[in-house]
């Protein structure tokens, strides 16, 4: 019986390829690896910090990560869905349920992708729909494009999302990413009717850029500005940033040890400053 099967196999090339180039086809769907924070991240326990600057990157995670776990969990699912129809230039997933994400007013909801390239050495393009029910009604919630050599971008409805599925993020989303010397470089824009779009960026495993609002100086007011903060294997690190007053631009620095305490800080004069600059123990990866 398994010369029969092996037998099987080896005159039906073209069949088995479809199968094995699956794999080819799903890497264009949004992954943890691509656009999720890294266990570098999820294992720092940001939140107990007494670093100014820490505490709000921890804030900006915080309200990032729940929309890149709706994202890469749809996403995973549909990788561990087989495909309903394969071809040379696309594949395609029926309906299939999920678990709604976590805060939704529903236990369920149904989605269904097709991926298409016009040849094997093309782009792949992709949509998700969602529904509440398996008979709809089907609203599209997102649509990208991937480049195999590691360049894409992608949109996000999350009104339509919400709608769906019960939750409240009536906001923008579109993110675009690319491989660089083996590692990934995601820019991620929501729109949340501020006066200005969030901008968050991942680098490889250990920086993470925002722009947001920072209350960090001695006057108590939250104002608009940029950071970016590198994070040790050990969970010690720095960063730097600048913010946005209504008649000067304040830079500022700081350091933490691998429990979050704070090393150093410094800005301007309305900062306080703490420790020296040689206290911290992570070098500053941002200066040229």
């Known amino acids: ?143 990208g494009r991937h480049d195999p050599d590691g360049l894409g971008t992608f949109s996000w409805d999350f009104v339509a999302t919400s709608q769906i599925v019960g939750l409240d993020y009536d906001i923008g989303f579109e993110a675009d990413y690319a491989t660089v010397n083996d590692e990934r470089e995601t820019q991620i824009d929501v729109d949340a009717g501020l006066a200005f779009p969030l901008r968050f960026n991942l680098v490889g495993s250990n920086i993470f850029a925002w722009t947001g609002f920072f209350e960090i100086t001695t006057d108590g007011v939250s104002w608009p500005g940029t950071a970016q903060i590198f994070l040790g294997e050990d969970g010690a690190g720095r960063g730097e940033g600048t913010l946005q007053r209504i008649d000067d631009e304040v830079r500022f620095e700081s350091c933490w040890n691998s429990g979050g305490s704070q090393v150093f800080t410094t800005g301007s004069a309305d900062m306080e400053s703490v420790g020296q600059p040689a206290d911290c123990t992570v070098a500053d990866v941002f200066s040229p």
């Open 1 to 143: 019986m398994w010369a029969l099967v092996l037998a099987w196999g080896c005159t039906n090339p073209i069949s088995n390829e479809l199968f094995y180039a699956d794999e080819e086809f799903l890497s264009a769907f949004p992954s943890q690896d691509r656009i999720g924070f890294s266990s570098v991240y999820a294992n720092a326990g940001l939140e107990s910090s007494d670093d100014p600057l820490l505490t709000h990157a921890s804030i900006a995670a915080s309200d990032l990560d729940p929309l890149l776990t709706v994202i890469t969990t749809v996403s995973d699912v549909l990788r561990s869905t087989t495909p309903s129809e394969r071809s040379d230039t696309h594949r395609s997933w029926t309906e299939r349920s999920m678990i709604a994400p976590e805060g939704s007013s529903r236990e369920l909801w149904w989605i269904r992708s097709t991926i298409v390239r016009t040849d094997v050495d093309s782009d792949f393009s992709w949509t998700i729909e969602g529904a509440p029910q398996i008979d709809g009604p089907w609203d599209e919630v997102a649509i």
